[in-house]
C-alpha cells in the first residue's frame, strides 16, 4: 500500500514584518503534477510598503556585510535554513524544475561559493581610479568615489537554473536593499537564499521575498530604484531601452572551429557547452561554426549526446531536463515549427521521451544546417538543442558570431580573437578547451553587475 503524499508546504513571502502568508495561493507542482507547495502571492499594497521600508533601511557596515553573506553562502549550501536540509533541498527543487539532482546538487554549491566570496568578487567592477567612501584619505585631494545609483533592486528571477541568484548578492555586498520576486514555477532557491540571509543576522528591512502575479511584478520594477530581469526576447524588448532596467534574455551562446583544429579531439568541451547542467542555461552552446564540413562534428556530437539516458530528476545518473508531458510535448511543436530546412541528426523522430508517471524527459537535439546565416541558429530552448553550422571568413565572417553571451573559440588565429575580443555584442570568450558554462567567481556575466548598480562621482574634501 502506497504511503498518503504528503500535504503541501507552505511558502510565505518573506516580507520587513517577517513571513506573511497570504490568502491568494499559487499551488507548486512537481513535473508529474502533484502538489509539493503553496506560495504566498502578496498583493500590491503590500509589495510597495515593502519597498518603502527598504528604501529607508540603512545598509550594514562593509566589514558586516562581508561576515553576513559569508556565512549565509555556507548556511545556503551546507547548513540547515528553517529546519530544512541541503538534501531536502536538493530533492526538492529537482522534483518541481526537472533540473537532474547532481545539477542542482551542483549549481547550488556555486551560489553558496559566490556569497562567501561576493565582497571580494564585486570589487572587480570598482574603477581603479575610485575609492569606497569619501572618508578615504585619497579624497583630501580629490577623487572619484564609488556610489549606489539608487537604493533598492528589484530582481525578476526565473526558474531555469539555480545560478541566477549569484547576480543579485552583487548588489547586497554594495549595500543595496533587495526584493526578490520568485519564480513560481521553482520557488524554493530564492525562498531558501533569502532565508540563509536573515538566519545569518540580515535585518528583514535589508533583502526580501516577494512572490507576485505577473502584473504586480511589473509595477515592482518601476517601483525600485533598479531592477534585474530574466526572460526570452520579449525581456529585453520591454526593457532594453531603460536605463534603470537590466535585462538578462537568452545568451544564444556558441562554439567556433577554425580550419586545421582536429573538432574531435574536443568533444568533450563542445558536449560539455550543449548538455552541461542539463542543457538549460544561457551559457549552453546552441549553436556550433565549423570553418569547412560541419557534419563529422554534427555526427559525433549527435552520437555522444544519444547516450544519455531518460531518467527522472531524482536519479542520480540523471543528465537531461525533465517537465510535465504538456509542456514538453508544446515545446517539441514549438521546435519541429522552427526547424524549417534543418536536417535532424538526432531528435528528429522527437525529443519528448515519457517516463510514465505524468513527466517526460526532453532528449537532446542537433540539427546540420547548410549555411551560416540560417536563421534557426538563434533557436534557444531549454534542453540541449543545438545548430550545427559551416563558417566562412569571407564576407562579414563576425556576423553569425554576433549577439553571443558566452564564445568558445577553438583556433590559432591571434586576429581573430582580436576582433572577436573588440566585438561589443560578444559578452564572453573562452579560448581553448574551456566550455561555453564555465565561470568563476569575479568574472564578468554580461559585464560587471556593479557597472549597472554603481557609478562615479567625483568627490574633493578640504
Not at 128 to 141: C, F, M, N, T, Y
Amino acid at each position: 500500500m502506497r504511503d498518503a503524499p504528503a500535504a503541501p508546504v507552505d511558502l510565505p513571502a518573506l516580507g520587513t514584518g517577517g513571513p506573511f502568508r497570504s490568502r491568494n495561493r499559487e499551488v507548486v507542482h512537481d513535473v508529474r503534477g502533484s502538489p509539493v507547495a503553496e506560495l504566498s502571492l502578496v498583493p500590491w499594497l503590500f509589495a510597495q510598503r515593502t519597498i518603502t521600508a527598504l528604501r529607508r533601511a540603512t545598509p550594514p557596515e562593509v566589514e558586516r556585510r562581508k561576515k553576513l553573506l559569508t556565512r549565509a553562502g555556507w548556511l545556503f549550501a551546507s547548513g540547515s535554513v528553517n529546519g530544512v536540509s541541503p538534501e531536502i533541498y536538493h530533492r526538492t527543487v529537482a522534483d518541481v524544475s526537472g533540473l537532474p539532482i547532481a545539477t542542482v546538487r551542483e549549481t547550488a554549491r556555486q551560489v553558496g561559493a559566490y556569497a562567501e566570496t561576493a565582497h571580494e568578487s564585486v570589487r572587480q567592477a570598482r574603477p581603479l581610479g575610485a575609492v569606497d567612501s569619501w572618508r578615504d584619505p585619497r579624497a583630501r585631494g580629490g577623487c572619484g568615489v564609488w556610489t549606489r545609483r539608487g537604493e533598492v533592486l528589484v530582481v525578476q528571477a526565473p526558474a531555469n537554473s539555480l545560478a541566477v541568484h549569484t547576480s543579485w548578492l552583487d548588489a547586497l555586498a554594495l549595500g543595496y536593499r533587495v526584493a526578490v520576486r520568485p519564480s513560481q514555477r521553482e520557488p524554493f532557491t530564492a525562498h531558501r537564499l533569502v532565508s540563509a540571509l536573515r538566519q545569518a543576522g540580515y535585518d528583514h528591512d535589508q533583502v526580501a521575498l516577494l512572490p507576485t502575479d505577473h502584473e504586480t511584478a511589473d509595477r515592482l520594477v518601476a517601483e525600485a530604484d533598479v531592477a534585474i530581469a530574466f526572460g526570452a526576447d520579449e525581456v529585453a524588448r520591454k526593457y532594453g531601452s531603460s536605463t534603470l532596467v537590466m535585462p538578462f534574455g537568452p545568451g544564444r551562446s556558441k562554439i567556433l572551429i577554425t580550419a586545421g583544429v582536429n573538432a574531435l579531439d574536443h568533444l568533450d568541451t563542445i558536449a560539455k557547452s550543449v548538455a552541461g547542467h542539463a542543457g538549460t542555461g544561457c551559457v549552453n552552446a546552441t549553436a556550433v561554426f565549423v570553418e569547412g564540413d560541419p557534419e563529422p562534428v554534427a555526427k559525433a556530437l549527435a552520437d555522444r549526446l544519444g547516450r544519455l539516458p531518460s531518467l527522472p530528476p531524482g536519479d542520480e545518473r540523471a543528465r537531461l531536463p525533465v517537465r510535465p508531458v504538456a509542456a514538453a510535448l508544446a515545446m517539441e511543436t514549438y521546435l519541429r515549427t522552427q526547424a524549417g530546412d534543418a536536417r535532424a541528426l538526432l531528435g528528429g523522430d522527437t525529443i519528448v521521451d515519457e517516463l510514465g508517471d505524468g513527466s517526460a524527459v526532453l532528449r537532446p537535439a542537433v540539427f546540420v544546417l547548410d549555411r551560416p546565416d540560417a536563421p534557426q541558429a538563434r533557436i534557444e530552448l531549454g534542453f540541449p538543442c543545438v545548430w550545427v553550422l559551416p563558417w566562412r571568413r569571407d564576407g562579414d565572417a563576425l556576423a553569425a558570431l554576433r549577439d553571443t553571451l558566452s564564445l568558445t573559440v577553438f583556433t590559432d588565429d591571434d586576429e581573430l580573437i582580436t576582433s572577436l575580443v573588440a566585438d561589443p555584442s560578444i559578452d564572453k570568450i573562452q579560448v581553448g578547451d574551456r566550455p561555453t558554462t564555465w565561470t568563476l567567481p569575479g568574472l564578468p556575466h554580461e559585464g560587471y553587475l556593479g557597472e549597472f548598480l554603481m557609478r562615479t562621482k567625483a568627490v574633493v574634501v578640504d
